[in-house]
């Protein structure tokens, strides 16, 4: 995964700007667009985020529409045993993942703001935003003043190459994240069945897209 609090972005030598909280549930908008030789692709859709930096892991329960076509999943990475699983209808994949990189803004991101509102008077929250320059991915990001919650982001870049496919693949996402609370409510959320256990572990094919797996 990749995305601010998907563990990539935190690599800069100087010290970061600050952290997420450990552990926190959210619900996340989705909108991506690809272009791979030529053809165009459109996924949207929402998911149930579980971050977990206490026990690193993340969980991410999918329903998205991909060109039209309703998908649901469950997403676990699982970076104490650098294990991705992909859970959809009854069938479990298991891919290699990297090692845990704590969900920070880098100390290198670029200020694009001073302190901006979120809201409507009292329904409202102070946030910075930041831009990030990543291993060819651009990535602008706002997050609350005080707690460095996520609150949007939009990532563009090239995923290349992607989905063991023979092209580049231009892409954009938009993510507008709403609901959040701290902790893990119940950690059923991390839920894999035990057949997935059973499972050869797969190597990933090039860089993947940030949320959307297919």
């Not at 692709?41 to 309703?70: P, R």
């Not at 994240?177 to 950690?187: C, D, P, S, W």
Request: hydrophobic fraction near 40%; glycine fraction near 8%; charged fraction near 15%.
């Amino acid at each position: 995964m990749f995305v601010f609090f998907a563990a990539i972005l935190s690599s800069a030598a100087a010290a970061d700007i600050c952290c997420s909280p450990d552990q926190w549930q959210a619900d996340v908008g989705l909108v991506m667009g690809r272009v791979s030789n030529g053809k165009t692709s459109f996924i949207e859709g929402m998911m149930h985020t579980s971050y977990d930096a206490v026990n690193k892991i993340v969980a991410y329960d999918q329903e998205l529409s991909v060109d039209g076509f309703q998908l649901k999943q469950r997403i676990v990475s699982d970076y104490k045993n650098n294990v991705m699983y992909k859970v959809r209808d009854g069938v479990c994949n298991r891919t290699k993942i990297d090692n845990w990189v704590p969900s920070c803004i880098p100390g290198n991101a670029t200020k694009l703001s001073a302190n901006s509102r979120y809201g409507l008077g009292g329904n409202s929250v102070n946030v910075k935003a930041y831009n990030i320059q990543y291993g060819g991915y651009d990535v602008s990001i706002a997050v609350t003043s005080d707690t460095c919650v996520p609150v949007t982001e939009v990532i563009t870049g090239t995923l290349d190459p992607v989905f063991a496919g023979d092209y580049t693949v231009e892409m954009m996402q938009a993510l507008t994240f709403a609901n959040i609370k701290g902790g893990i409510a119940n950690r059923d959320v991390f839920f894999v069945p035990a057949q997935c256990e059973s499972q050869n572990v797969q190597m990933p094919v090039g860089k993947r897209s940030l949320f959307y797996h297919q």
